[in-house]
């Protein structure tokens, strides 16, 4: 999978760019990118601040923080009734 060029944070500046009256066009050509990338970008991030994208970011770190918690349970639940159901 190919690196990140741009962090999401001049994503999100970019938006702003274009929302205040430039043209995507000469965006894309700034930067380098296609011009669906812009509109992949809004679909993304379209209307949000830099905050809101950090809290975004902190808040699906920890997500996955508590889903793999919840998954390393399971497996221990499955092991243990796996060995409970052995007859001695």
Sequence with gaps: MKKKRISEDQIVKTLKRIENGESPKDVCRELGIHQQTIYNWKSKYGGMEVSELAELKRLQDENTKL??????QALDIVM?????????
């Design 67 to 72: 889903k793999r918690l919840v998954a390393d």
């Design 80 to 88: 243990l009734k796996d060995i409970n159901s052995r007859k001695w």
